[in-house]
Each structure stands twice: as structure tokens, then as C-alpha cells.
């Protein structure tokens, strides 16, 4: 009987353990796989995501996404790169050792299980024994397929989908499996990551039903990307890959949300604000944009395509050999008797649009990487540490005016080191293990960064408590740190342009190019900013491309806001969607076509120097780094309102429109003086060649604006009685700025004047003042003339960015509204003055 037993025994262990392998999964760990780029060179680099585009690969490690040349590349391994290796089949293998170990006891104690004899024994012998075991058995698999769907079942939920044509389809949702850490996560961040989800399980042939997590592997701010790791369990293995989402700008209002997504290549994603469900105005909406993209050919002009996605959800015959326009129109066929495949257009509720910008930069990027101001601070106050100590070398690198700061951060520092003793002291860490690092740490406070990591034995709740204290010492000694970090910012920032003018003016003449484009072809985009340009060159040769301005383009990205203001004949001029990024943008973005007819009479003029005022404010950024009208970008809204209201009450919009005029052109002119005051030494210093295709334009608006001037001389001499007589009168129109000024000087002294009263003095001073603009604008325009002359035509970057404001300025602003001088005050009292307004609204 001992033999038999021991078979029934070992038999059992047997059972059990094909059952454990079957049904219990232990947890499993999902392999945190990276990408590994093989250089030509021998060389290799560990990333987090390494993407292939035409000519170049994109990479990330940690929050920066940067680029390599692909000539330089020899493969690409997807995944090589495992930190954690942890499967179900550590837990087969051992499996199998155990029933190794089974088969050798069997033959040791001479049990063949092939033999039918033996099993009839082994029954009859131990008939109520066996029926015991095989019902505790099947029990046990009751049991265990419970806990099967307990420790494995990752919860899944449903993504809505309600709407799809195909009603076989098995809804599913995600489930993140870190909600808490999922801080970054916006309604439609979720939303694309959904979408991706489903092409990601369709690109592995996993069904819509297949288990699915999402992890956030990382963001640096609630306002920049996010990497996600897409997790999908097909056919008992987890298969998993990482894409990236990052806002474009604050799209708001009446405008669409952008998003770029790196998702085996590189995608804009444009989610417009009410949700498109009809297929047949969405592929309208693709064509309108197509129209404007034509009509700017060969103007590089990045419009939405179908086949950017259905690419990768379904390969059609030939595809590859067909040019761009023949196989977005088979796709477009295609969806219209395959319905089922139109959801994979579809993000949440709505269609969306996707752009490939896998052969292009944004301009925003390449100029927040040339102007990378805070980087440049902490490298430089890291790589000049010791003078902060030393006066003499301080002053020697900052300037003797400086010295004073330099006394100011010494004191500061020993009030800072005596703080921070005490904190250590109070916490209980050794001061001894900590001294050296107080000086690092006070390089971190001067720079304004805040302490992530203070040390293995310095909890985050006391990292938390230290940079309170520092704090604390910032906000006592606010005025000597500002000074600090200001002259640091001067420093570098002129450091940083020497090494980048010759990019920055290349880009300015670019821009001027792309303005003469538009200009000629007569369209108007009405929201040009650096999250809607992009930079094509040849990839392969950035960013060295850069260097000579006739290596690149600036084209276009999203034309949503664009309209044709030299439609063909008989065909009317169409309304265009109301609205802009107010930092870029005037009032006359928020009239209809009807109401800048009534106002400017010149509707495609007005259409077209809405882009100009938006160049002169991005030619003063890609210089300065700074933004110019950021105080007169945040009245945009407030005047929205007014005009909503005034239609409301049926107000004159004549008066309405006057008033909100004077406020915005008064602060208009009121920051353009200001930031060429402020940054007139790079603004004169940075000559923009003018293109060829410029030339002949500029002068033709050079003309056109000289005559308006000289009209407006001639008008407001006549229109005035303060100095009679024709003599007078042609003594005035022929007045330099000079003669002027210097009458005006006299004026407002009293001496050697005719006898006035007080208030004639008045009128006196407040003509000449007004004669003072409008010649001060006619002698610019005269040098800028001479200018465009020249045979190497090139103007600074002041002058032009002046002579753009001064045209669009002239033309939106009537003179018989009055004229806007510089002591009066003209404004509106913001409801929310902390809110930024660099959103389209």
C-alpha cells in the first residue's frame, strides 16, 4: 500500500502545481523598459523614449526631449534596456524543477503511471481516497480561479464610445494605477490617452477588451508634458510603451486646445472647443484649411490630415508610394464606407485634428532655448561661486556700480549661515556632516531655486521646513535679491545674445519674409505667435541651419483663424472666427467684417495689418527675449466684454469702439516706448537684412504711409488758429523735428513768446507737442527710406519694429478720436490682475 499511496501523494503534488501554473498569477512587475540608441561610433545611450522621424531621432531622458542625427545612428533598440526583471516564468521554471524532481521519485521507487494496470489497482485499493482528492481538487480550482480574478484582474472601466457606428464594440476605460500621483493628469490629457490607448492595442493586435494600466512616469510643471507608460496584457504577457503630452500655448475661449504628442512620431493635436460629431463638417473644416494651405504654396503650411493617425491603425495597399494629397483623399474615401474606423479620429466626444510635425520645430521651442534665462543664472552664479566672497573679482566681472551688491549678499549670507544652524541644530543633524553644503545651498537661494534633495538623512518633511526658512530670509531681504538676481539677468542675458544674435536676426528677417508671403498672397492668419510658426530646414543639419537665414523657412502651423482677404472676383471676403492671443492681437480681432468695414472702410487692410502688429511684437521677443505688450494684452479681454455689453444694451458701437480704442492704443504706445527705452542698445545694435521680396513691398508701404503723414501735417496745420497767416503755415510744414522742439522749448519757458494768456500758452504747447509726433514719425520714415535704398538694404531691429507699430498704429487709430499723449492716464481697472493673458481668446 505504501507505494501506491506515495504515487497518489506525489500525483496530487503534481495536480496542484499544474494548477497553481495555470490559474495563480503572482504579481506580476511590469518591466521598466528603456530604449537603447547604438551610435556608429560604438558609443550607446540609455533612454526613456527614443522615436524615429524622416531624417533625425527624438529622445528623452528625464524632462528634456533632445535630437540626433540620424546619419549618426546605427540602430534603435525598442525596450533593450530592462531595470527590473520580474515574470511569471521565474515562476514556470521553478514549476518545472519541481516536477523534474516528481518524475525522479516515481522512478526510484519503480512506479510506471504509463501501465493501465497500475492505475486500475491504484483505484480499487484507494477508491474513497482518490474521490476525496479529486474533489478537494475541483474545490481548489473553484477557489483559486476566485483568486486569480482578485489578484490579477487590473481594473478596467470604459472608454465612451457610445457614439461609434460599430456596435459590436467593447467599450473599455483606464485605469491609472497611481490616481494619486496623476497631479498633471487634465480631463484632456486623459482624453489623448485613451485615444492612444486604443491605437496602441490595436497596433499590438490586443483585443479592445485586453487588460490595460497607465503609469506617469514623469512631468517637470502642471503646465508642461507628462511621459506615460501604456501598459496592455496580450496573451498572458504585458507588452508596454511610453508616449509624451505637452500643452501648446493656453488655448481658451472660442479657440481650439493644442496638444503635441510623441507617439512614434511627432503630433500636434488640435481639440476644438465644441465637439464635432458630424463626419462631413469635419473633413469641411480639414478642407478649408486645405484652401489657405494651397493658396500660400509653396509656404510651408502644417494643415490637420486623417491619414496622420489612420497611418497607424491601418496600413491601405500602396501607401507607400503615394504622395501626400492622393492618400489623404483615398483615407477621407475610405472612411466614408468604413465607418467603423472613423473613431479612431475621434478624442472624447469629439473629432480632433492631427498635425506631423515630425519634419519641423516649433518656433517657440528653439527661442525658449536661446533665451533660457534661468539655466543661464544658476550656471553662471555656479560657475562664479567664489566671488561672492571676493569684492574685487566681483566688481571686476559685474562692475564697479555693483559693489554695493556685492556688500549686500556677504551680510545677507551670515545671516543666512546662522539660520540654517540653528535649523540643523533644532532638527538634530549633525552640523559638522552639513557646513559645506550651506554655501551650496545659498547658491541655490540667490538663483531662486528651491532645495529638492537636502541630504540622505534629511527627511522631505525637513527639506519642506528648510526652504521655509530660507524663505524667510528671501522675503526679509526682497530688495537687495531682486537687485542681485536683476544685475545677474543683465549679465548673462547679454552674455547669451552675443552667442545667439546672428539665430535671432535670422529668424527676424524670416519673419519679415513670411509677413511680405502673406501680405502678397493675401492672407491674413490673425494669430501669429511662436506656438503657431514653425522653423523648416533640413533636419538633418540642425540646429547649424540657423546660421544663415536663406537655410530656413518659417511656415505655418494651424490656420483655424485665418481668412482670405483677397478672395477671387465676385466671391465675398468670409467672416473670420473671432478672436486672438491678446499679447499679439488688437481690438479689431474681436469686430466682425461688418463693423472694421464701418470703422476702417479698408477691410482687407485691417485683416492684413492685424498680422503686422502681431510681427512687430514677435520681432521684439525673438530679440529681447521679452514680451512687449504683456500689459496691453491683458486689456483684450476686459474689451471683449465691453463690446459683448454694448450689444447687449444696443449702444453705438462708433463710441464704444472710440473709447476701448484710446485705452488700448494709449498703453499700446505707452509699453512700445518703454521696451525700446529699455532694450535700445540690442534693439540699434541688431541689423535684419531685408529680403529681396521685401523690398519692393516696403517701400510701396513706405510711400503709402508717407503721403498719410504728410496729408496729416497739412490738415492739423490748417485745422489750427494758434499761428495765422500762410507765411507761418508753410514755416511749420517745412519744420524739421529740431526746429520744433526747440519752439516748444521756448514755449514752455515763457521767454521771448507773444503776450498770451495762460491758456493760449497751453493750446501753444499741446500743438507743438502733437507737431512733434507726426514729424518725429515722418523723419523715421524718411531714414527708414534711405534705408530700404541702400544697396545691402538692412534695417536695426528698432527701426522696424517702430515703423510696423507706427503703420498699424496710423490706420487703427483715427486722429479725429484725438490725440493720445503720454501724461494722460488711459485705462480700464482689471477685475483679476494676476491672470495671465497669453491665452487665445
Known amino acids: 500500500m505504501k507505494k501506491p499511496r506515495l504515487a497518489i501523494l506525489i500525483i496530487l503534488f503534481a495536480v496542484i502545481s499544474i494548477i497553481i501554473s495555470q490559474y495563480y498569477k503572482p504579481p506580476e512587475t511590469i518591466e521598466l523598459k528603456r530604449d537603447i540608441i547604438f551610435l556608429k561610433d560604438g558609443k550607446s545611450i540609455i533612454t526613456d523614449l527614443a522615436n524615429e ?35 511569471k516564468n521565474i515562476v514556470r ?141 496580450k496573451d498572458d504577457r504585458w507588452e508596454s510603451r511610453r508616449m509624451t503630452i505637452g500643452p501648446i500655448g493656453e488655448g481658451s475661449g472660442s479657440k481650439s486646445k493644442c ?74 474615401k475610405w472612411l466614408t464606407t468604413t465607418i467603423s474606423f472613423q473613431k479612431y479620429l475621434k478624442i472624447g466626444e469629439s473629432f480632433a485634428y492631427f498635425m506631423d510635425l515630425s519634419k519641423y520645430f516649433f518656433l517657440g521651442n528653439i527661442l525658449d532655448e536661446y533665451h533660457d534665462v534661468k539655466t543661464n543664472i544658476f550656471n553662471e552664479i555656479k560657475a ?4 561672492i566672497w571676493d569684492i574685487d573679482a566681483f566688481s571686476d566681472r559685474y562692475g564697479n556700480e555693483n559693489e554695493q551688491i556685492s556688500d549686500n549678499i556677504q551680510n545677507i549670507f551670515h545671516e543666512f549661515e546662522s539660520k540654517i544652524q540653528s535649523f540643523i541644530t533644532a532638527a538634530g543633524i549633525s552640523s559638522s556632516v552639513y557646513n559645506y553644503k550651506i554655501k551650496e545651498w545659498y547658491l541655490y537661494f540667490l538663483s531662486g531655486k528651491k532645495i529638492k534633495s537636502a541630504g540622505k538623512d534629511i527627511s522631505e518633511e525637513k527639506t519642506d521646513d528648510l526652504n521655509n526658512v530660507i524663505l524667510k530670509v528671501e522675503t526679509k531681504y526682497a530688495n537687495e535679491i531682486k537687485a542681485y538676481r536683476n544685475m545677474i539677468q543683465a549679465f548673462v542675458g547679454e552674455i547669451s545674445y552675443g552667442q545667439s544674435k546672428t539665430v535671432l536676426i535670422n529668424i527676424s528677417i524670416n519673419l519679415i519674409e513670411l509677413l511680405t508671403w502673406l501680405t502678397n498672397k493675401g492672407i491674413s492668419i490673425r494669430d501669429i505667435k511662436p506656438d503657431n510658426l514653425i522653423v523648416a530646414g533640413d533636419p538633418e543639419k540642425y540646429p547649424d541651419f540657423l546660421q544663415s537665414w536663406s537655410q530656413f523657412k518659417i511656415g505655418l502651423i494651424d490656420v483655424e483663424t485665418a481668412v482670405d482677404f483677397k478672395p477671387l472676383e465676385k466671391q465675398p471676403l468670409n467672416q473670420p472666427q473671432l478672436g486672438g492671443t491678446p499679447i499679439y492681437a ?61 450689444r447687449d444694451k444696443n449702444k453705438s458701437m462708433s463710441t464704444v469702439i472710440e473709447d476701448i480704442s484710446k485705452v ?37 508701404e513706405i510711400l503709402t504711409e508717407k503721403l498719410r503723414i504728410d496729408d496729416m501735417i497739412k ?68 531714414n527708414i527710406k534711405a534705408a530700404i535704398d541702400n544697396n545691402n538694404p538692412k534695417l536695426t531691429a528698432y527701426d522696424l519694429v517702430l515703423f510696423i507699430f507706427n503703420t498699424v498704429f496710423n490706420f487703427m487709430y483715427h486722429k479725429q478720436w484725438g490725440i493720445l499723449f503720454s501724461g494722460h492716464i488711459y485705462n480700464f481697472k482689471l477685475k483679476d490682475p494676476k491672470k495671465t493673458y497669453d491665452a487665445t481668446i
Open 586 to 646: 488688437t481690438p479689431s480681432h474681436l469686430l466682425t467684417n461688418e463693423l472694421l468695414t464701418d470703422i476702417f472702410e479698408d477691410l482687407p487692410r485691417a485683416l492684413n495689418l492685424q498680422d503686422w502688429y502681431a510681427i512687430a511684437a514677435l520681432i521684439y521677443e525673438v530679440i529681447t527675449g521679452k514680451i512687449l505688450f504683456k500689459k496691453t494684452g491683458a486689456l483684450l479681454p476686459l474689451i471683449m466684454l465691453k463690446i459683448k455689453k454694448a
Open 93 to 233: 521554471i521553478t514549476i518545472d524543477k519541481y516536477l523534474d524532481k516528481i518524475n525522479q521519485k516515481l522512478e526510484e521507487h519503480n512506479i510506471n503511471i504509463d501501465s493501465p494496470r497500475y492505475w486500475e489497482k491504484l483505484y480499487y485499493e484507494n477508491k474513497l481516497i482518490i474521490i476525496t482528492l479529486f474533489s478537494s481538487i475541483l474545490l481548489m480550482i473553484c477557489i483559486l480561479f476566485f483568486i486569480r480574478k482578485k489578484v490579477i484582474g487590473i481594473k478596467t472601466e470604459d472608454i465612451v464610445d457610445n457614439k461609434t457606428e460599430d456596435n459590436n464594440l467593447i467599450n473599455e476605460k483606464l485605469f491609472f494605477s497611481d490616481t494619486q500621483n496623476l497631479t498633471h493628469t487634465s480631463i484632456e490629457n486623459e482624453n489623448i490617452i485613451s485615444f492612444f490607448l486604443k491605437i496602441y492595442k490595436r497596433q499590438i493586435g490586443a483585443p479592445k477588451e485586453a487588460q490595460s494600466n497607465i503609469k506617469e512616469i514623469s512631468s517637470n510643471s502642471s503646465r508642461s508634458k507628462c511621459i506615460y507608460e501604456l501598459s496592455v496584457k
Open 259 to 332: 496638444f503635441y504628442v510623441i507617439f512614434d512620431s511627432y503630433i500636434v493635436i488640435k481639440i476644438p472647443p465644441n465637439p464635432i460629431n458630424d463626419f462631413d463638417e469635419y473633413i469641411k473644416s480639414i478642407n478649408r484649411d486645405k484652401q489657405i494651405a494651397q493658396k500660400l504654396s509653396p509656404k510651408e503650411c502644417i494643415i490637420p490630415n486623417v491619414s496622420v493617425i489612420l497611418e497607424k491603425v491601418n496600413t491601405l495597399n500602396d501607401s507607400s508610394y503615394m504622395p501626400q494629397e492622393m492618400l489623404e483623399e483615398k483615407y477621407i
Open 384 to 387: 562664479h561661486h567664489d566671488i
Open 715 to 782: 490738415q492739423y496745420i490748417s485745422s489750427q488758429t494758434l499761428f495765422k497767416g500762410s507765411k507761418n503755415h508753410q514755416k511749420l510744414q517745412r519744420a524739421s523735428l529740431k526746429d520744433i522742439r526747440r519752439l516748444k522749448a521756448i514755449w514752455e519757458k515763457g521767454e521771448k513768446v507773444p503776450k498770451s494768456t495762460k491758456k493760449e500758452k497751453t493750446q501753444v504747447i499741446e500743438f507743438l507737442y502733437i507737431m512733434e509726433q507726426i514729424i518725429g514719425r515722418a523723419e523715421h520714415l524718411a
Open 664 to 700: 488700448f492704443w494709449w498703453n499700446a504706445q505707452e509699453e512700445l516706448r518703454k521696451g525700446l527705452d529699455k532694450n535700445k542698445k540690442r534693439l540699434k545694435s541688431s541689423d535684419i537684412i531685408i529680403p529681396d521680396n521685401a523690398i519692393s513691398f516696403l517701400r510701396d
Open 53 to 87: 522621424g524622416d531624417a533625425f531621432f527624438y529622445y528623452e531622458i528625464g524632462n528634456d526631449v533632445r535630437i540626433l542625427l540620424k546619419r549618426n545612428v546605427d540602430r534603435i533598440e525598442k525596450g533593450g534596456y530592462k531595470e527590473i526583471i520580474y515574470t
